[in-house]
């Protein structure tokens, strides 16, 4: 049982903005925390970055192919969107939440 193409959207729509930052860190040459660990270096980060970019586009390409033409794509944009907005918000409550626990330590 595959996912439907407003899911495969919406997860195109996390994995495309969570490949924002980290790869805006490997081109500073700044360390960010990833899977692989807390203090990751730049390639670390480029990589993770390039792996969610191209997961992301992956996901978004399946679901225009499943919609049959490119005019379907559109019906899809708000769950894409939404995936967007859903990882904006997480980092919001996630990077507060952390410096709250930092001023606390």
Known sequence: ????????AFTAGLLVSNSAPHLGTAVAGRR???PFGRNSGPV???VWGLANL????LLLR????AEGTDQKWYSRLVAFESGCAAFAMWMAV???ALSVMRTRD
């Open 1 to 8: 049982m595959g996912l439907s193409p407003d899911a495969r």
């Open 32 to 34: 960010h925390l990833t």
């Open 44 to 46: 670390v980060n480029l």
């Open 54 to 57: 191209a997961g992301g586009l």
């Open 62 to 65: 399946t679901v225009v192919q």
């Open 94 to 96: 996630t990077e507060k």
